[in-house]
């Protein structure tokens, strides 16, 4: 599959951190869906670079609708939105081919393509392509918003020394809240503090983030191979620096036992709910009306500052350098809206893979 | 896609815990392939029920190979395997339907299918689901086996209070030690002890696996949206109980900075390696040659022998009851095996999907 | 893909002519579809060997249900049915690696999996393999008919020297009849001589069947790239022996006036018409609501008992040999209640395919 | 699956005929692939409206190549090609909507998207979507070439009144003087005179178009689901105006006897071939070696400047209008490239999809 995803919605992204620009095709958006493009813009910007506790490189990621959309609704052809490139400095980065950065996919990229691959920038591999993925992100939560009300949030669970809570049953209120927060946590103040910290000393730090979305029905997903869990986690490991996903109470299940792991059913102002949400809204891999939650554990930056030991490729003799160039020295923030985004667009196209589910959502909305 | 998997590779299961039988069709592995079926059903057997830390459910599990086999070799039509159910007991399970269970399939499924599924035993979401993919991974490292060596193994990272230090760089040496250990961790008496104490109580709990895989060449995986992480992920979450994934250092990269978290390339007697191995054998969504790491957290069995409370969705009236049945007080055990080998599944998977990245392994074999 | 197909559905055949069974998982039938397993039986005995005009392999194509079915219900999980080889004889094939058969796949399976397939009876590649696909098509057709009547049949266009003309536009009763008919035309007699005739010569003939489906609403296939044309056809040339297939006029539009091959849109009895229907109820990809209508070319039977050349792989002498065996004259009739299963599959996919357009069916059919 | 295509290369269109631009994401293609990118130009240069045979519209239909290329070779990542409309003018369609043309996508459209669809110029369902499948497949056959020698080629079977007779066993030489020529037949100036004369009528004719292929390894394709047939017949289904597929002697099987369409097998200097072709070079679903040739019936073009009737949506009255605009009395000819490009990208996509084959044909490339 590669490029392309989908069950149903089928999403491809194309280009290069440092080409002619970057994209996606997006296609199986119900025809006739209403978009806001201002909110895609919206969320575009929380990924965008800019700003102090993020690199220097900016671009304005403005994406250009090339088809598929006419008078701001779908007109059931492929979405195509196409984001040109500004501001490229390919001379800052040509030390890629002969020594790979360490963590960086400069060596993979190396030995799978066979060398014929075009990595300044992080070519197709740069956080950059997460551009497209987020306007495919909030398309598809309007395209679910045409059937029933979506609420997405996410907060810092983690970030370096910085810890909170899990949310387990978060209201969708504070959701909103948290997708309009430069810094979405009880104490911003503190969390800057370690970012700023870390970029003072080269150094880069890593987190947890805590997504919650609440709106989505119970039905979408499957036993096999394709539960909810999977396909989230599937698109969630595609983003770059993820390196772990839980659900729910996630790893806090190895120290639980099944009496306190249990989410009992109950019934609460005519709804049928559990009274707790360990399993983060997902049982048999199966949505059961309940916040979808989940953790995204994200690894320190691998660009830093500081000198670092890889091997040269072409003479296999070790060497130090110092990377250059403009790096975050924390992406958690950035990687926010683009976990966000991926979980919208597994959502949608859950809920699009199930024909008989989907036509019942359609009935009720339409009593 | 839901019971079909693979973009190379496909792979069906079909069946339900109290039907006729369960199985799988493979199709994709290289014809000729020469297959050990005893290594096979003593993986299957590591799975099976049976034994003091277990459900007591006897099933033989012996699997009729129906088609794609012959003479010991894969003969390029799929692989059809067949397991019998023969030991099912319905009437456990009557009360499924009014009272649906904690924290299993019972509403979701429920709700999904409209009333329409056969939950008896667990139904198609059961546990024993698995066994067919325990076959189907074997099959794959096997034919993985025909092109290089794989070692797959695993060990408890937690199991309740009991907790042990991750791998980072494991030898294949230790790796085939814990695929024949019936605990396999350094202690595995206060493992069994834990276990029996849940079972005494009716209770269960969880734990975290960690799992390795030696061997695996650089260059599977893509960047999008089949990076290794995320196509080894996806199985694993369609496993039962399976509620987070983790690669390398996992969630303890949250508490890294990219000084520490970096793993530096460097020449091993004449090899390529990482002197550290943080990314989980895992840069860029690809493989980098080093040991494949992750951790599945598993969560603690949601049968437990206690009273709980459920919404009777007959009467919309909470009810308490105590489930019976045969049941596990903890799955972690019986989950390694089946963690192990849709690794193996994704992983050839992955192997079979770039054919560039084949045709040259293959070449450098016949030389 | 190979084995397994489907956008929505998942349709996965497994099995050899000579080995242990056949057999296919289909995936994606609404749970809670009312089966009757006796028309599905029904349909297989249309295609099962015996009789005057076709091979005298005797197969009783038993199918045993394994999952998927309660109670003469689908339950959502997947349907496996398993058809037990009972009369192999596999001496007769002995000749297949160094002799290639004429216009068969032994040698292009040979080629493919350098030398690593079993191609006794045919194996994998044997027209046995079409007896679930009939199954799976007649439990498509069973599950559309939850929503919308379907009504399929077919007739001879030509076979061998007798011809007739084409339906353009057919009632759904006359598709009923042909459904029953040993040999669909209007002069059977003709045709079975004709068959006979072959027979008698040790030497096989062709034919046309035109198959049409009364029944399928508007809004069915997509323009690029999954047109319903491409759907069908996709599943029609797997069936051996198809090698051309057209829809409504086919081959005849190369002799058309645009002013001649038109379709008039016009309304009738309140419904929404064309007055010809030489699109064969197809228009930019999409069922338009008419009779979907195509043409399946069937090359005549290549196993024929007369003396051919071809080439001693091991020696790369030409041999003149005479096929053994038990092979039928003239597939054409048995062939008929594959390609309606299988426009079945395609149609009941491309359904599920489009979660908008299902929705809306299923809307209007319970006002 | 819809607008994107294939097993292991993806291939995603996207645009409408009078929206901003037409294009295609291209997935998979070998890293470093030398591309000729003036050959692609040529071929798109083929199938551009333009001349006294085709639409008055002009479209210079220029490529922009966004990403995966860099200097004339592929660099891993997907090829996304970019085609501007610079020559809408979509007044002249206004009547789409509460006249649905004759044999166009108009209803079916109208139907399928509940409405939504932006059909000006015949939005996404023009065949101007035809023109980067042409781009898509000149690069998968210089993708080919990498590996063996591929000449494709074609000729007009017929056209109205016009005859010709089959290739059977075509030279490499006669494909590329054909893909050279304007009218590739034995009568050039007897096949214009019929097209002017329908253009003068203000009417339309259809055509069947040989195309053949040389250099296609034995091996590529299935049996089931995907047969070579398959691949080939699903892509040209999705070309506008396809309505017939053939292979080899496609509906002249019809009137053979087995003895007289059997393909001999036989050595020629030193090569394993068929001293007969009726198979097209496909058996069981697998290439031979021998040319690759299939036929397309095209039907007459849908718009005709003669007065036709349809149904007033609206009005639910009949109403008789005669169409204008700029359209192609024949769209035979301008077909014929997009008939060749999906052939090369079905048979790319082919050789991908299979690992084992590939290696084998990557290691003896190399002996």
Redesign the interface.
Known sequence: ?????G??L???????SH?????M?L??I???TRLDLEKVAAQMKRRAPGGALATARKEADEI?????I?DG????????G?IRNTNQRSSDYQSVLDW?R????D???Y????????LSGG???SGR?TAPLVAAGEICRQAMEQHFSVSVGSHLL????YHEASWNIPQASILDQCRQAEIPCDDPDRVRELILK?KEEG??????VETAICGIP??????????L???I???L??V?A??????????D???????????????EHGR?V?TTN???G????????MPIVF?S????????F?P????N?KT?E?ETRTIQGRHDPCIVLRAIPVLEAVSMIALYDA??????????L??KK?E
């Open positions: 599959m590669s490029n392309t995803w069950s149903h089928h999403l491809s992204i194309f280009g290069e080409g002619n620009g970057i994209g095709v296609d199986g119900e025809p006739g250009e609708w090339v088809s598929g006419r609704k779908t007109i059931a052809s492929p979405i195509m196409l790979p360490p963590s960086h996919a060596y993979t990229a030995i799978k393509y066979n060398g014929h691959s075009d070519g197709h591999f392509l983690q970030l370096a020394e870390a150094d880069s730090v890593g987190g947890i119970a039905g979408l997903g499957d036993p096999f191979f394709d539960s869990e999977s396909r986690a599937h698109l490991f595609s770059p993820v390196k772990g996903v839980g659900f729910g109470a996630a790893g299940f190895a120290s639980m036992k099944g009496s306190e792991a249990n989410d009992a059913f109950a019934l049928i559990t360990h399993n983060g997902i049982e048999g891999g199966i949505s059961n009306g953790r554990v994200i690894k320190p930056t691998a660009s830093i500081r670092q030991t890889s091997l490729l296999m070790s809920l699009l893979a199930d024909p008989f589910v989907f036509a019942r359609n009935d339409e």
